[in-house]
């Protein structure tokens, strides 16, 4: 097959020279309609068939301004079921790391949600508006139908029709995340977890939010002064 290519340009972009590529080359020829994708089983049969990760021989390294560039350790850039781009799941990239408190996994979900997923489930990690130290678990109903145009025009966290609840009102010292990617919190293990990926807050609920916290701040304060609201 072809293994040279020129460079071109076409919409205002030029593409790169490339000579003894070792990879392979898709050319458009037709294309048609399908009326059906298959059933869900078949589709996760195909999913998990398919390959997300690039070969070793295609990662190339090109540091740019990397004093200024802040990137967690061992970032992997995987599909997730919605087939877009998401974080691979590791240790390091996903634990608290620095000393900039807002680098804290915690305190990011101050105003993010946590999506993470299984092979086969997506699961929602969200702050609680009624306490300070409160978290909620659910699991995303039809994740792979709930891309990032789904998630632009929806509110985070996801209204309760597109989630089910698993636990709520978690501390968060009761997230144990393993090295075998999996996490442990009270009796449930969920193993396996491939990917994540934040969403910010955006919902009236998420003012709603910012009131409650301010005023759990406020009590905190006057309480140590010995005052009460």
Same mark, same amino acid.
């Not at 070793?56 to 560039?69: G, Y």
């Not at 910010?200 to 916290?213: E, G, L, M, Q, V």
């Given at each position: ?9 076409? !919409? ?9 590529? /070792? ?6 020829? !037709?294309?048609? +309609? ?7 089983? /078949? ?9 997300? +990760? ?5 990662? $190339? #390294? ?22 877009? %781009?998401?974080? $691979?799941?590791? *240790? %390091? ?24 997923? +299984? ?8 702050? /609680? ?30 209204? $309760? ?14 997230? *144990?995340?393993?090295? !075998?990617? #999996?996490?442990?919190? $009270? ?28 005023? !759990? ?10 005052? #009460?609201?």
């Amino acid at each position: 097959g072809r293994n040279s290519y020129q460079s071109t340009v076409r !919409n205002g972009i030029r593409s790169r020279k490339s000579g003894a590529f /070792e990879g392979c080359s898709i050319k458009l020829e !037709n294309y048609s +309609t399908l009326d059906t994708l298959g059933t869900h089983e /078949e589709l996760l049969r195909m999913a998990k068939a398919m390959s997300t +990760t690039a070969p070793q021989s295609f990662r $190339k #390294s090109t540091p740019v301004n990397a004093s200024r560039v802040i990137v967690p350790p061992e970032t992997e850039i995987v599909f997730n079921l919605s087939s877009e %781009p998401a974080y $691979k799941f590791s *240790l %390091p990239a996903f634990a608290d790391y620095g000393c900039d408190p807002s680098q804290r996994t915690c305190n990011i979900l101050y105003e993010n949600c946590l999506y993470f997923e +299984t092979r086969e489930r997506r699961y929602e990690l969200a702050k /609680e508006t009624e306490r300070e130290d409160a978290y909620r678990l659910s699991e995303v109903v039809d994740p792979f139908e709930k891309d990032c145009d789904y998630m632009g025009s929806n509110p985070v966290p996801l209204r $309760k029709e597109h989630v089910v609840p698993v636990l709520d009102g978690v501390s968060w010292k009761s997230f *144990l995340w393993a090295e !075998n990617c #999996s996490l442990h919190v $009270k009796d449930l293990i969920i193993q396996d977890i491939h990917n994540f990926k934040y969403f910010p807050f955006k919902s009236t609920c998420y003012f709603h939010w910012i009131i409650a916290h301010i005023i !759990n701040i406020l009590t905190r304060g006057f309480g140590v002064l010995g005052l #009460s609201l």
